[in-house]
């Protein structure tokens, strides 16, 4: 059997569609930073970053135009307002483009997972390595300009233990032992994303247009900064650093760059991934402390994500995915 004539499941066009909206909507956050960076060694980076989007873009559209699906609207030249002032800082640009890479890692290994046909396989993989050299690439980098944050450190203990208590599990009037390195993973990487969803809220907040998604930004902002508080005071509890902010990297402009679609969907989509993350959170937590923290932290997510979905189909700004048919509403029409 041929397994590129097979046609693509409902999984695999999910993923392709995701890939090309998502993909999108940063390659023009991308092409706006390129063009007000300065330090050539990170404009090079985005300029890779920019160039291999543009190849894996040209391949989802040949998917999804030999399965007879209609190529998503995504993000395109009407959301980026060429010309504009200069709205983040070099280093920050370089944070966003690792943190985005980080994004683009863990998307494309689980739209491997649910592929099956081997062209579609091996393309995941080729972003899959591509996203790879580009993490190398901005570690190296922000390693370099000594600004790369790195998590706490361990000393070793003497020997391998057993859990001999059930206080193990006990975080709560401070009883609970410190935490554990398998549970810092999470909490380090959720308040890393934080930080940036905060960071982009205010800087978004600055340029938008409109006072809805204004009032929106706001409100996301305030979430993000809730959340670092409580995660950076767990942290703090045990005297490990906590990741610090990225304000300053956000200058005084008030001229957008990017239309209020474009804002908005970018702060929806950072809420919405960051509950998996979450999710990952609470299943490796150990301490009732931590699960209750995330459990909260999870619902609060939930009433941004619902605000922003409402404001974006308000707006008609966002895409409907390929849906199942609708057998009832086709019998209708026989």
Same mark, same amino acid.
């Not at 993000?75 to 985005?100: A, V």
């Not at 999470?186 to 809220?201: D, G, P």
């Not at 809730?226 to 956000?250: C, R």
């Given at each position: 059997?041929?397994?590129?004539?097979?046609?693509?499941?409902?999984?695999?066009?999910?993923?392709?569609?995701?890939?090309?909206?998502?993909?999108?909507?940063?390659?023009?956050?991308?092409?706006?930073?390129?063009?007000?960076? %300065?330090?050539?060694?990170?404009?090079?980076?985005?300029?890779?970053?920019?160039?291999?989007?543009?190849?894996?873009?040209?391949?989802?559209?040949?998917?999804?135009?030999?399965?007879?699906?209609?190529?998503?609207?995504? /993000?395109?030249?009407?959301?980026?307002?060429?010309?504009?002032?200069?709205?983040?800082?070099?280093?920050?640009?370089?944070?966003?483009?690792?943190?985005?890479?980080?994004?683009?890692?863990?998307?494309?290994?689980?739209?491997?997972?649910?592929?099956?046909?081997?062209?579609?396989?091996?393309?995941?993989?080729?972003?899959?390595?591509?996203?790879?050299?580009?993490?190398?690439?901005?570690?190296?980098?922000?390693?370099?300009?000594?600004?790369?944050?790195?998590?706490?450190?361990?000393?070793?203990?003497?020997?391998?233990?057993?859990?001999?208590?059930?206080?193990?599990?006990?975080?709560?009037?401070?009883?609970?032992?410190?935490?554990?390195?398998?549970?810092?993973?999470?909490?380090?990487?959720?308040?890393?994303?934080?930080?940036?969803?905060?960071?982009?809220?205010?800087?978004?907040?600055?340029?938008?247009?409109?006072?809805?998604?204004?009032?929106?930004?706001?409100?996301?902002?305030?979430?993000?900064?809730?959340?670092?508080? !409580?995660?950076?005071?767990?942290?703090?509890?045990?005297?490990?650093?906590?990741?610090?902010?990225?304000?300053?990297?956000?200058?005084?402009?008030?001229?957008?760059? /990017?239309?209020?679609?474009?804002?908005?969907?970018?702060?929806?989509?950072?809420?919405?991934?960051?509950?998996?993350?979450?999710?990952?959170?609470?299943?490796?937590?150990?301490?009732?402390?931590?699960?209750?923290?995330?459990?909260?932290?999870? *619902?609060?997510?939930?009433?941004? !994500?619902?605000?922003?979905?409402?404001?974006?189909?308000?707006?008609?700004?966002?895409?409907?995915?390929? *849906?199942?048919?609708?057998?009832? %509403?086709?019998?209708?029409?026989?």
């Amino acid at each position: 059997m041929d397994e590129n004539k097979l046609r693509l499941t409902s999984s695999e066009i999910g993923t392709l569609w995701g890939e090309y909206v998502n993909g999108t909507m940063t390659d023009v956050v991308n092409r706006y930073m390129v063009s007000i960076i %300065e330090d050539e060694s990170i404009k090079t980076i985005f300029k890779d970053a920019i160039k291999t989007f543009g190849k894996q873009k040209q391949q989802i559209v040949s998917f999804m135009e030999n399965e007879g699906f209609p190529i998503p609207i995504g /993000f395109t030249d009407s959301d980026l307002f060429k010309g504009k002032p200069r709205l983040f800082t070099d280093i920050f640009c370089l944070n966003y483009l690792h943190i985005m890479t980080l994004h683009g890692l863990l998307g494309h290994s689980t739209a491997l997972a649910v592929s099956v046909r081997k062209d579609l396989r091996d393309f995941y993989d080729s972003c899959d390595n591509d996203a790879k050299k580009m993490y190398h690439k901005t570690i190296e980098l922000l390693l370099e300009k000594g600004s790369f944050q790195r998590d706490p450190l361990f000393y070793p203990s003497q020997n391998p233990q057993y859990i001999s208590s059930q206080d193990f599990t006990d975080g709560f009037f401070g009883k609970g032992r410190k935490l554990a390195a398998t549970e810092i993973i999470s909490i380090s990487f959720n308040l890393k994303k934080s930080i940036m969803a905060k960071t982009l809220s205010i800087a978004f907040g600055q340029v938008a247009q409109t006072k809805e998604v204004r009032k929106f930004l706001t409100d996301s902002q305030n979430t993000a900064d809730g959340q670092i508080k !409580t995660f950076s005071k767990i942290m703090q509890a045990d005297n490990l650093p906590v990741p610090k902010s990225w304000e300053t990297e956000v200058t005084t402009s008030t001229d957008s760059p /990017f239309s209020d679609k474009l804002m908005l969907y970018h702060i929806g989509f950072l809420f919405q991934a960051a509950q998996n993350y979450h999710g990952a959170g609470l299943a490796s937590a150990m301490r009732t402390d931590l699960v209750t923290t995330y459990e909260a932290t999870i *619902l609060k997510n939930l009433w941004v !994500t619902k605000k922003w979905f409402n404001l974006m189909v308000q707006n008609k700004w966002l895409e409907q995915p390929p *849906l199942a048919p609708n057998r009832k %509403e086709i019998a209708k029409e026989v």
